[in-house]
């Protein structure tokens, strides 16, 4: 039974909700995030459509992301000490069985809330699954990785910047075909560090999804 259904069956207020866009993104929502000093302000991250954003709780949308060279998008992090500084990292992880899905180009970092965007690196770590950044200090960022889609090698797992994405450091690496897929930082102790690993090995007829590789990790 789902999530909405075991709580139909043990409250009498069903959930409430409209649908609010935005349409023709290009395959799935990936990722949806807003910063706790605006409820209005919302961005959307697709499969292969890019990134959207909404100024007025979702009644809206515009792509700000259509000018960089992938479209296909795993994790938007607003800074949390500063909502104009977001992180966009490209190539969705959600690499499924059936699923068409496409590697990304790296990282990407916008300082006026998404107006312009530069590439910061990590292009070779090709699919994102989340990023983190520190609560207080944005050049802190942590970027969980899972590394080509279709290929072994060690562009995966945790890379870690102190200088808002000028260079990166491999901090988490497992093995060829295992990647990070989530990360998180502790907000009330930034030096507790949580991170998901995930086996993962596609071949066009050949699909592995787990092994050994795949857990919780803790810094």
């Known amino acids: 039974m789902n999530t909405v259904a075991r709580f139909a069956e043990n409250s009498t207020a069903l959930p409430n909700w409209v649908f609010a866009g935005p349409t023709n993104i290009g395959g799935r929502v990936t990722t949806i995030n807003m910063h706790s000093s605006s409820q209005q302000i919302i961005y959307v991250g697709s499969a292969s459509g890019g990134v959207f954003k909404s100024t007025n709780q979702g009644t809206t949308w515009n792509p700000i992301f259509d000018a960089n060279p992938s479209l296909s998008i795993g994790d938007i992090a607003i800074a949390p ?61 942590l970027a969980a990785t899972m590394g080509d889609l279709f290929a072994i090698g060690p562009n995966r797992g945790v890379y870690r910047t102190t200088n ?52 919780v990790y803790k810094s």
């Open 81 to 141: 000490s500063n909502a104009s500084i977001l992180f966009v990292g490209t190539g969705e992880p959600n690499n499924g069985r059936g699923s068409v899905t496409y590697d990304g180009q790296g990282i990407f970092k916008s300082t006026d809330a998404g107006v312009t965007w530069t590439s910061v690196g990590l292009a070779n770590t090709r699919n994102t699954g989340r990023i983190a950044i520190h609560p207080t200090n944005p050049n802190i960022v």
């Open 164 to 215: 808002g994405g000028t260079t990166w450091t491999q901090t988490l690496y497992v093995n060829d075909s295992t990647g990070a897929m989530d990360i998180c930082i502790d907000p009330s102790n930034p030096l507790n560090v949580y991170a998901a690993t995930w086996t993962r090995i596609r071949r066009p007829m050949v699909y592995n999804y787990g092994g050994t590789g795949g857990n």
